[in-house]
């Protein structure tokens, strides 16, 4: 028989009767898909069994956060990529896998996560894609509020936004770190697609369009050369952009398709982004640090000397070291005027050489160095 390769397992070829005449039997190939399907849900049952074991394993906990460990999920899926040879594409097999394991970790209780709401924003996309549907997410109004729901313990993790591949930063989550205790964890890509939302549905009456700022930005183009007299209103989410034309034919919003669900709005136009790759990463928030994944990155922020060379000086051990830097930003420091710290993010574990080596010295050369998360580079 034939052996997919790298899967190990054999694959069951067509019977004669399946096959005869060249021409597949309907009734055989449906049955065939029904056992399939008993064996597939008996192995998860088996799967959600050998879970619970895990959590006998570790005694007695507090609660569900301390069953979640971000380091192990992402070696599972790692590992369901390596031996994937299609037909399904690695993404939509990571996503079944996922909610195999959000389904099993629910067992215990489930995660709190807060995300930037309302619902229907595409901060509940990532928080889902990460966590699950099993997951209880928590729409909260703002940045902060997420920060400081995650920090007073009322949320397990939250998920924010950090950055757009068109847009660059959102700057008010990387100036919350500069006062939080709180830790990454984890990492969310989330391909960004924009639709216009209407209650009509016809562009002729759209007078206005609200969105975020970072999707009108993200829309310039085609708004210049579709709506170019509409009038453009930033607020607080997509989602609330949704809310708001679901109350008037002459307003629109630019929103992710699932707000057209959620708020009873018609898809008038899209996907309108301008950049094809629009893709936004976002940041998963914890209280504590985990363990090394094998595939991590780290984020640190970084307070240097007012003087001649000090950003060399930090970041020449990172070189010599052959640790790559994905991303180097500047922001106030708010300890004082004209005073700045450096947000780093670099390849490797904080735990493991060489990155922990380059870290401590790092101390000779910056008044402050702050490990702000190790975590797992994001899997698809």
Known sequence: MAKRKGSGAPEKMPNAKTMSC????????????DGIDRQIQA???????????????????????????????????????????????DEMLVRLFREIMSACLAQQEPLKVGYLGPEGTFSQQAMLKHFGHSA??????SIEEVFDEVAAGHADFGVVPVENSGQGTIQS????????????????????????????????DIERVYSHAQSLAQCRGW????????????????????????????AAAIAGESAAHVYGLKIVAGPIEDRPDNTTRFLVLGRALFPPSGHDRTSLLVFVHDQPGALYRVLEPLARRGISMNRIESRPAHTGLWQYAFFIDVGGHVEEAPLSDALAELGDFATQVRVLGSYPVAVL
């Open 173 to 204: 989550t990387l100036d919350m770190f500069l006062s939080s205790p709180l830790k990454i964890c984890g990492e969310v890509e989330l391909h960004v697609h924009q639709y216009l939302l209407s209650r009509s549905g016809r562009v002729d």
């Open 43 to 89: 192995l998860i049952a088996e799967r959600a069994k050998w879970a619970r074991q895990v959590g006998k394993a570790k005694g007695k906990l507090a609660a569900a956060v301390d069953y979640y460990r971000p380091e192990r999920e992402a070696q599972v899926l790692r590992r369901v990529v390596d031996r994937n040879d299609g037909p399904l594409a």
């Open 136 to 141: 209880k997410g928590y729409p909260l109004t």
């Open 223 to 250: 708004l210049r050369q579709h709506l170019p007299k509409a009038e453009l209103q930033a607020l607080a989410s997509n989602a609330e952009a949704a809310r708001r034309a679901r109350n008037a034919d002459d």
């Open 22 to 33: 060249g021409k597949p039997d309907l009734a055989e190939v449906r049955a065939q898909i």
